[in-house]
């Protein structure tokens, strides 16, 4: 089948792309950029006074499967992910049983073949079972399809396994992705440690936790001279310790999330678990180093952290809750309406963040509008505003705090592959 998307306003700062014109997508692959092009047989997508974006590529998700189905599975969360404008997704290996191995990461692989709504990549995890205190094959991971490895979820505590880690992943040529967060300092808390934890009588969780260990990377990257990639970096001095590292040469990129560019831990008020998330909700000051981050280059990527919990699991107790948010379906219009809108990055520095960077960063062939390429296609309006609606979700997760949100950046069409997966915003 044939695509033709017409009258768009085509963005790729890869190609220097910026004009409105016509894509032509022929067995799977962008075959032609042009004005005027003609078509017969073809699946043709008005795209009149949209703009048309590469697919946006999550670094960070957690899909759930195997082991935690009832959470999310790959059918679901790849449906979700389409939803939100996602064609690529890398997912976290915290699942049950944890992929460290081989067989686990061609079931991913195999099962998102036949499930998925978008290309997933599986991250397989650095330590055995995410324990610690082995390494897994990181060779066998890299060779079964692993883009990537991590304990997230778990942070590798041990310093000198985490400098044989990244010496390891030279060897193979693998991306390390670091769970910054010292769980002494950390010390059981459930949210951020201040005014507002003071206030509700919780334990709270100092910005040090995750410092301290951004430090200990930066160190280790620059020590061992291998690249290293920090998880949702939360925290002014994180940010500020990042910076300072790539002045010095250090071959550290990182990555955020929407939440901790929008929110701070008053979200927490009246013990909402929908804002429960590790790294923890930071204060104001925290959302301006972020922010500025963003703005000046030092965060690279801009990822979900897709945590999708089901609701048993967020109807408890604030220190008993789980963390996470199910972000998939937000994150491209929180970043119009956060980041666009008030002017803090152009909408060619936002598609670096979301497409560009993070397919570069997991050496994935992906995040751009190249002619031969894969037509991997988001057709939006970063105009038109809509209301947050989590029951709507196609996530099994409704776990949002952005529900009742006015944003701006609605997703109409996705192809994945020259595949029209969502078309005039309805699932197909």
Do not use: W
């Not at 686990?104 to 610690?132: C, F, L, M, R, S």
């Not at 500025?292 to 897709?306: C, N, P, R, S, Y």
């Amino acid at each position: 089948m044939k695509v033709l998307i017409k009258g768009g306003h085509v963005v790729d700062p890869k190609t220097k792309t910026d004009a409105v014109t016509d894509i032509l997508v022929c067995d799977g692959k962008i075959i032609e950029i042009n004005n005027g092009i003609e078509c017969r047989n073809c699946n043709i997508i008005d795209a009149k006074g949209k703009l048309v974006l590469p697919g946006f590529v999550d670094a960070h998700c957690h899909l759930r499967e195997p082991g935690f189905e009832y959470k999310e599975d790959i059918e679901s969360g790849t449906k979700s992910a389409a939803m939100g404008g996602f064609t690529s997704v890398a997912c976290m290996p915290n699942t049950d049983p944890v992929v460290d191995n081989e067989s686990a990461i061609k079931y991913i692989i195999d099962k998102a073949k036949k499930e998925g709504y978008v290309n997933v990549y599986p991250i397989g995890a650095i330590t055995k079972g995410q324990e610690g205190k082995e390494l897994s094959e990181i060779g066998e991971l890299k060779f079964a399809g692993a883009v990537a490895i991590s304990d997230d979820g778990r942070p590798l505590e041990n310093s000198c396994l985490m400098k044989r880690a990244l010496e390891y992943s030279s060897t193979f040529d693998i991306t390390v992705i670091s769970h910054c967060e010292d769980l002494d300092v950390a010390d059981g808390g459930v949210m951020n440690d201040g005014y507002q934890s003071t206030i509700m009588g919780l334990r709270g969780i100092p910005s040090a936790a995750e410092e301290i260990m951004v430090a200990r990377e930066l160190i280790l990257s620059e020590y061992t001279g291998v690249p290293i990639h920090i998880a949702h970096v939360s925290t002014e001095l994180s940010v500020e310790l990042i910076r300072h590292a790539k002045s010095r040469g250090v071959a550290v990129t990182c990555e955020t999330c929407p939440h901790y560019f929008v929110l701070t831990d008053e979200a927490c008020e009246n013990f909402d678990t929908n804002a429960k998330v590790n790294p923890p909700l930071r204060t104001r000051k925290d959302v301006r180093a972020v922010i500025e981050g963003l703005k000046d280059g030092t965060i690279d990527v801009i990822a979900t952290d897709h945590a999708p919990h089901h609701v048993d699991e967020k109807n408890v107790e604030f220190n008993m809750a789980a963390n996470g948010i199910a972000g998939f379906e937000t994150a491209f219009p929180l970043a119009v309406t956060y980041l666009v809108e008030p002017g803090h990055l152009t909408i060619n520095e936002l598609i670096k963040k979301m497409c560009i960077n993070p397919s570069n960063i997991l050496g994935l062939n992906k995040g751009t509008l190249e002619l031969g390429r894969s037509a991997d296609i988001a057709v939006v309006d970063i105009d038109e505003e809509f209301t947050v609606d989590v029951s709507k979700f196609k996530s099994k997760g409704k776990n949002s705090p952005f529900d009742g949100f006015v944003l701006k950046g609605q997703i109409y069409h996705t192809i994945v592959n020259g595949n029209v997966v969502v078309r005039e915003g309805i699932l197909l």
